[in-house]
């Protein structure tokens, strides 16, 4: 099969086999690029029309205790500066963020201990209840399952949690080897059967990455069928043993975001920050190939330059309220606007 025949094979069956995607993705030319594109594009067109959804992002805490080798915010990283949010100044985050149209808050943050079940059940029930029509989506690495329950059954409504790799080699080369995937996969199973809208992903050109772990990533993908996709570039940061690393392509992301699109056509998928921060366009790319969904900062901005899981990060100088112009002019420019709904999964 030649590539346009399995960019319509994936297209009429939303699937291809291993070596068909690692063909794909290693050998597309430009002016297939180009059909992928269009057909990921009128997807999410005939699916969403031109709206993007918004989601607030609240970086809640800087302080981790896992070791990702590629993150910023590894706790071998001593030079990261550490800080986390209370109760309170979560509250004021949502409050701004109510006022500027947001109706998802996304509460993101390293696996700080501070954010016992207590403490989170409390933060979630009190932001369902101040924020009825609002939808929160917890961000915070591998819990238990009674965890898990805990905070769905306080009113958390989705859980992002990527997979990073679907590869068990190339898993155990970017983390200390206290973590597995196989856990990683377990809390996923574990989310979707607790009933959270679920979100996986992965980084694009992580160290020993291959075509092959790719394809594995999107037949990883297309198994759990997640609500939600996360997939961005992966950018270096310089305190991790990844510091001299290459960032991932580009190109190739904007080719998994659209592989993703057609695998998964109503996945809400995100044009992310780190795609943004690769490339001056990314974002705006990012939709035209298939994305949905944009996530602008809502932290406060004394502590936006201290959560960083890369270098050179985007918009963290800038207020909520400037960041959701930007995009907004960034998606119009491109014939898209931006929404307030909610933008639940819907089959
Ligand atoms: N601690 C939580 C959430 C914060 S990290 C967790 O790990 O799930 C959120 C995501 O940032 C990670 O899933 C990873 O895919 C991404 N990330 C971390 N370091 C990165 C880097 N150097 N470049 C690009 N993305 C990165
Ligand atoms: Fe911690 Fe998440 Fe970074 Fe891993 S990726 S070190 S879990 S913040």
């Keep these: 099969m030649n590539n346009i025949e399995i960019i319509e094979k994936i297209e009429s069956t939303g699937t291809a086999s291993k070596q068909e995607l690692a063909f794909l993705l290693e050998t597309i030319n430009d002016s297939e690029f180009e059909v992928l594109r269009k057909k990921a594009q009128k997807k999410s067109l005939d699916h969403f029309s031109n709206k993007i959804y918004i989601r607030g992002l609240i970086e809640l805490s800087s302080y981790c205790k896992n070791d990702c080798l590629y993150c910023g915010l590894r706790r071998s ?27 998802t808050f996304v509460l993101q943050g390293g696996e700080d201990g501070y954010y016992t079940d207590e403490v989170m059940c409390d933060i979630v029930s009190e932001i ?3 924020y009825p029509d609002c939808a929160v989506t917890l961000s915070l690495g591998e819990r238990t399952e009674e965890s898990y329950r805990r905070l769905f059954e306080s009113g958390a409504d989705r859980y992002l949690l990527r997979h990073e790799t679907a590869n068990e080699e190339h898993y155990k080369k970017l983390h200390p080897s206290e973590m597995s995937l196989a856990n990683r996969k377990n809390c996923l199973y574990t989310l979707r059967k607790i009933g959270y809208q679920t979100g996986a992903g992965f980084m ?7 075509y092959e772990t790719l394809a594995e990533d ?3 993908l297309k198994d759990l069928n997640p609500q939600m996709c996360g997939i961005g570039p992966f950018i270096p940061h310089k305190d991790t043993p990844f510091a001299n690393e290459k960032s991932g392509s580009v190109r190739l992301t904007l080719v998994l975001l659209s592989l993703v699109r057609l695998m998964l056509p109503k996945v809400l998928l995100p044009a992310t920050t780190a795609l943004g921060t690769a490339d001056g366009q990314g974002r705006e790319k990012g ?18 330059a201290d959560y ?9 100088g800038d207020e909520a309220a400037e960041c959701i112009k930007c995009l907004s002019n960034r998606m119009k420019s491109i014939g898209y606007k931006i929404v307030t709904d909610r933008g639940d999964y819907s089959e």
């Excluded at 001593?78 to 309170?88: C, D």
């Excluded at 602008?296 to 901005?301: A, G, K, Q, R, V």
């Excluded at 960083?308 to 963290?316: A, E, M």
């Design 77 to 103: 990283n001593k030079s990261a500066v550490r800080y986390r949010l209370n109760k309170e100044q979560i509250l004021s985050c949502c409050n701004s963020g109510y006022s500027l149209g947001f109706r």
């Design 128 to 130: 369902k209840s101040l």
């Design 204 to 210: 694009v050109g992580s160290p020993y990455q291959t």
């Design 218 to 220: 999107l037949l990883f």
């Design 287 to 304: 939709v035209l190939h298939g994305a949905n969904v944009v996530m602008p900062n809502l932290s406060p901005t004394e502590h936006r």
């Design 308 to 316: 960083l899981l890369y270098d050179n990060k985007i918009c963290t």
